[in-house]
């Protein structure tokens, strides 16, 4: 690759981010760990780091794009070798080219979450198994896969986390001197970077040695009984799934060993990794909770020092409700009107169809709410174009359309057929694609009176069952007390949204804004990642809005506001369901509300009504 | 499939409802397959890949892609493009062989063209001719079909898998290619149920069902480690170890094949079977049919003729829980 000629940044060079460069360096020694996937914040040399490392050892190094198409990730047919010699080859795509190295996807969050899953595969398979467009072909492609992503902008899945063998959190330097020396080196390396580069040889050189020499004592290094039971000891306390944390931090505390020189794992090699192996698995509380910041969490509290929450401060450490005025900075989770309620689920029905109009957009994703056009060359072929430069040939149709004027050409040699480009015809792919349903739900106090809630969380539930034969992805936010938390990431499994929804506690105030905000959030970074994508929110409230997201705002009207300016954004839908509205002709806050959404608010029971999909239908043509 | 090293499926740790679920499928291929649910890192692709290890032979024609058996029909072969193939069976000379139940993995990234086979490219561009391309099906015949995370595989591969695993056979009608082979196969599944659950439709499919954890006793989970870590520093030494264990259940799976035909099962047991299935309330009759040739199996590989209590309550745990479920939403095996 070009890049690889490129001055690189020497890893020695590399001020601080210890836990990473660690991490880093025992896949160097040991590519049975597994990988990491680096987590936090942006510009802390992540990416430098594995440029590096992967430079200075003469291995491969391939950064994988956001744009990749399935084809150039496990590679697909060599078009132009089928059409001018009629040989049928692969052209192997980056999980060849990084076979003994490193494979890198910076912000692997916003990945297709099918790529995701197709590059962890071929990393623990070591090959790529190639069963796509008439290609049968298997060839070796094992990686060191290293992802970075950051939290906030959406979770990997946790089937996903699980594949990566350590994960580190990683943040930007507390230390002013640390700082300030970062800088230096910055500018020495801008300046000149022949000379900066040359000023690191001797070390990277002596690193090199080190890496090397602890790969020869791998080989050799024991691990006691004492230690393996040290380590199944921590996996338990963490109560992690499975035991893929038990052999990985297994494998790095050897490599740790293997570093340090010595030929037996010791009680400190575990400890040092340890928390490489369990960052990404732990699983104590409700999981999605792997920072030690515990941003967002059960409550989002904690006065404004946490480093990643910052919309988590606006949203709900510095509230100022009226009647509790007086203990902020407290636990925004403590209850301040009534106590924490778990209500049971009300019986679910069937709902009346939403959304499913076949659009002309091309998209990705699978389900079965739209039928839609895709461009990433899944789903089955419907009918074959001339339209060009997508590689996805249609084999029969390029040569039904070149069969006319067989006669007046000439065959390339070896060849029984001229084929011309304008012969050339492409598959257009039709696979339905599921939307994504967020639900924001009002899980206050005064959700709690006359089985409102019961009857909101049988609303879910039976949204639910609809989303799960629609093959839907669902997430689910919930807020209360001083604030909300995202109580599912974006799913395809309803199970588990239902689970969660089960056991959604209630009580305590109404932050209507801090929800929408939240959610405004996760829609973002959903539609980072399916751009085209068609995300649905539907909120569960009384309307009742007694805490803002601003110190001093009117809640109602800051609410109104947000969602206001969230519905300007004209690829979300919402509906807004009443919790409170018991007919049609009663006015409430929580019709206001959809008012300012653009949208109808809807009664619990009119989700089994007809109205349903006229009142939806009315609120996208308007 | 390419020479890797194998961890030995005799020596995975524990998780015995699994593997007895397997070895039930190598004995009797009639159980349809089975669906390994579980969570992350809980060896339930290890197992299904160990599976290769103690599969029985079967004879087939010399080199059939597709696994035929000297006793199919030979005009399957008529459309083979191994002609001298056709032409010797037709004279009832056909050589044969003894090879490994084949296991064919379909990786989700597969495209119906390879599954189902298409037009071959290369023969099209360079002679004209249309000439089948075998898909992942063909060579799955008699075998077992391996889908790692079955639940992420695309709607429309799976209604495909649907269809052949229902007739045993595989069309095609694609791409001016129109051919159908034999495709019988054992669907082996696995899947984490946090990432979305199958189609009630392909769940039926499975003869049968397990749930996997990982194993709580600190003890146990130690051996884990020590046996996976063993495994990758001498692979092949590893496996030499196990060798032993490996062939002896072999050899078990072998005698309880051969025993499989004469286990019995009166009036008694069917009544059992049938009342158990009511009362689950269950779809159709595949449950009572798998439970029975469950139970059978069972029977046979606890080295008896006569199928007893125990074997039926084990069947019943690998059959009813899957297909009991009345509502998307309401979680399978209670769990």
Same mark, same amino acid.
């Given at each position: ?137 298997? !060839? ?24 990566? &063998? ?17 800088? +230096?080196?910055? +500018? ?104 030690? +910041? ?37 636990? #925004? ?7 924490? #309620? ?23 994703? &699978? ?6 056009? #895709? ?29 006319? !004027?067989?006669?007046?050409? #000439? ?16 598959? +257009? ?96 970074? !959903? ?5 085209? &994508? ?89 | 499939?390419?020479? @890797? ?50 599969? $029985? ?30 032409? *010797? @069976? ?11 139940? $084949? ?49 992420? =595989? ?60 990982? =194993? ?18 001498? $692979? ?30 009166? @009036? ?27 139970? *059978? ?8 003729? @006569? ?27 209670? *769990?």
């Amino acid at each position: 690759m070009a890049l690889f000629h490129q001055p690189v940044f020497p890893f020695s060079a590399i001020v601080g981010q210890d836990d990473m460069k660690l991490a880093l360096l025992l896949n160097a020694v040991n590519p049975r760990v597994g990988g990491v996937l680096l987590r936090g914040e942006k510009g802390t040399a992540k990416s430098t780091a594995v440029r590096s490392l992967s430079r200075l050892l003469s291995e491969p190094f391939v950064n994988v794009p956001l744009n990749i198409t399935e084809d150039r990730f496990s590679g697909g047919i060599d078009v132009s070798g089928a059409v001018k010699n009629g040989v049928i080859t692969v052209m192997k795509g980056v999980a060849s080219e990084a076979h003994g190295g490193f494979l890198y996807v910076d912000e692997i969050n916003l990945l297709s979450d099918h790529i995701v899953d197709i590059m962890l595969h071929t990393a623990s398979a070591g090959r790529v198994n190639l069963q796509r467009e008439g290609l049968n072909a298997f !060839y070796p492609a094992s990686f060191v896969p290293v992802g970075s992503m950051n939290p906030e902008e959406g979770e990997l899945r946790p089937q996903l986390l699980d594949k990566f &063998g350590l994960a580190v959190y990683v943040e930007s330097s507390p230390s002013v001197m640390e700082r300030v020396l970062l800088m +230096e080196n910055r +500018e020495l390396f801008d300046r000149d970077t022949e000379a900066f580069c040359r000023s690191f040889e001797k070390e990277d050189e002596s690193l090199k040695k080190r890496i090397h020499e602890a790969r020869r004592i791998l080989k050799s290094v024991k691990i006691g009984g004492e230690a393996k039971s040290r380590i199944a000891a921590k996996v338990l306390e963490a109560n992690a799934a499975g035991h893929r944390a038990d052999i990985v931090m297994a494998e790095a505390a050897m490599s740790f060993a293997a570093w340090r020189g010595a030929y037996e794992v010791s009680e400190g090699d575990i400890d040092r990794v340890s928390e490489f192996a369990l960052l990404h698995r732990r699983n104590d509380a409700p999981p999605y909770r792997s920072e030690p +910041e515990s941003k967002g969490g059960e409550s989002g509290e904690s006065g404004g020092e946490g480093k990643t929450g910052k919309e988590h401060e606006k949203g709900s450490s510095e509230r100022t409700d009226e009647s509790a005025g007086g203990n902020s900075g407290a636990s #925004t989770e403590r209850p301040s009107e009534g106590g924490e #309620t778990v209500f049971g689920i009300s019986e679910p029905f069937s709902v009346r169809p939403i959304f499913s109009e076949k659009d002309r957009k091309r998209r990705s994703g &699978g389900g079965r709410r739209s039928k839609t056009k #895709t461009d990433i060359r899944r789903g089955r072929c419907v009918r074959a174009l001339n339209t060009g430069g997508k590689n996805d040939l249609a084999i029969e149709a390029t040569l039904r359309a070149a069969a006319p !004027y067989q006669k007046y050409r #000439t065959p390339p040699e070896g060849m029984a057929w001229a084929i011309e480009p304008q012969d050339i015809r492409e598959k +257009e792919r039709e696979k339905r694609s599921g939307n994504f349903i967020l639900f924001i739900v009002d899980a206050s106090g005064s959700m709690g009176a006359r089985g409102r809630m019961a009857a909101a969380k049988g609303a879910v539930v039976s949204l639910l069952l609809d989303a799960y034969q629609k093959r839907d992805k669902v997430a689910m936010i919930s807020f209360r007390g001083g604030g909300s938390r995202v109580v599912l990431h974006p799913t395809s499994s309803v199970e588990l949204a239902e689970k969660k929804l089960r056991q959604l506690p209630s009580g305590g105030k109404t932050p209507l804004s801090a929800g929408l905000y939240e959610g405004r959030r996760l829609v973002e970074g !959903y539609l980072k990642k399916d751009p085209l &994508g068609r995300p649905i929110v539907i909120l569960l409230t009384d309307g009742k809005a007694n805490v803002p997201l601003m110190e001093g705002a009117n809640p109602r009207e800051e609410s109104r506001e947000i969602a206001a300016q969230w519905a300007r954004d004209s690829r979300v839908r919402f509906i807004v369901v009443d919790t409170e509205r018991k007919g049609l002709v009663e006015f409430s806050l929580a019709e206001t509300l959809a008012s300012s959404l653009r949208t109808v608010s809807l009664a619990i029971n009119d989700l089994k009504a007809d109205t349903l999909l006229s009142a939806i239908k009315r609120s996208i043509n308007e | 499939m390419n020479k @890797r090293a194998i961890y030995p499926f005799a020596a995975i740790v524990g998780q015995e409802e699994l593997k007895t679920a397997m070895i039930l499928n190598v004995i009797n291929p009639g159980l349809s397959g089975v669906l390994i649910r579980g969570e992350k890192g809980t060896a339930k692709s290890t197992a299904a890949r160990a599976l290769a290890d103690i599969l $029985p032979e079967i004879e087939t024609v010399l080199n059939c892609p597709y696994n035929l058996s000297p006793s199919d029909p030979d005009s399957l072969c008529s459309m083979c493009e191994r002609v001298e193939c056709a032409e *010797k @069976r037709r004279r009832g000379e056909a050589e044969t062989e003894m090879k490994r139940v $084949p296991v064919v993995e379909l990786p989700i990234g597969a495209t119906e063209d390879r599954v189902v086979g298409s037009l071959n490219l290369e023969h099209a561009l360079k002679g004209g001719v249309r000439r089948f391309e075998r898909g992942l099906l063909a060579g799955a015949n008699r075998g077992i079909l391996y889908v790692d995370e079955v639940n992420l =595989l695309d709607d429309h591969i799976v209604d495909v898998l649907l269809d052949s695993a229902a007739m045993g056979v595989n069309s095609v009608e694609r791409e001016g290619v129109s051919f159908s082979h034999p495709a019988k196969f054992t669907l082996i599944g696995t899947m984490n149920p946090e990432e979305g659950e199958l189609r009630p439709q392909l769940l039926d499919r499975f003869g049968l069902c397990v749930t996997v954890n990982g =194993l709580a006793d600190p003890d146990k989970r130690v051996e884990v480690i020590e046996r996976r870590l063993a495994f990758e520093n001498d $692979p092949a030494g590893f496996a030499g170890k196990w060798k032993k264990a490996s062939l002896e259940l072999a050899g078990k799976i072998t005698a309880a094949s051969e025993r499989l035909g004469t286990v019995e099962a009166d @009036r008694a047991v069917m009544m059992r079977i049938a009342v158990l299935c009511v009362e689950s309330e269950v779809d159709g009759h595949r449950a009572d049919i798998i439970m029975l040739k469950a139970a *059978k199996t069972l029977a046979a590989y606890n080295n008896r003729n @006569r199928v007893e209590e125990e074997d039926i309550v084990k069947a019943a745990e690998l059959t009813l829980p899957h297909r009991m479920r009345r509502q998307p939403l309401q979680h399978i095996g209670g *769990k």
